[in-house]
Nanobody, 118 residues
Framework: QLQASGGGLVQVGGSLKLSCAVT????????MGWFRQAPGKEREFVAS?????YYTNSVKGRFTASRENAKNTVYLAMNILKPEDTAVYYC????????????????WGQGTLVTVSS
């Protein structure tokens, strides 16, 4: 129901834009979250986009979450990428209010790998 795409290999300072297409849900009321999991680390909150956008501190000013309700799609534009941004990025959906807790999200995409090389 959630299909993430757009990951790849990029150099430090570069940009990528991830997409997450949602099917089978009434997309509008859902808060869409982006999480990431780096090798050997726990999954962490990156951003969410409902009525408002929220970001973890390490990506503020560099990443922008947006959504097109008409296309049932959410995006994560990532700029000024750093090696520490290397991770598998997941999109997720939850009803109503935003949350930074992954366990509150009901639906998950399969993940897309972002590798930032120095």
């Amino acid at each position: 129901q959630l299909q993430a795409s757009g990951g790849g290999l990029v150099q430090v300072g570069g940009s990528l834009k991830l997409s997450c297409a949602v099917t089978g849900l009434n997309f509008g009321p859902y808060t869409m979250g982006w999480f990431r999991q780096a090798p050997g680390k726990e999954r962490e909150f990156v951003a969410s986009r409902g009525r408002s956008s929220y970001y973890t501190n390490s990506v503020k000013g560099r990443f922008t979450a947006s959504r097109e309700n008409a296309k049932n799609t959410v995006y994560l534009a990532m700029n000024i990428l750093k090696p520490e941004d290397t991770a598998v990025y997941y999109c997720a959906a939850k009803e109503n209010r935003y949350s930074r807790q992954d366990w509150e999200y009901e639906y998950w995409g399969q993940g897309t790998l972002v590798t930032v090389s120095s």
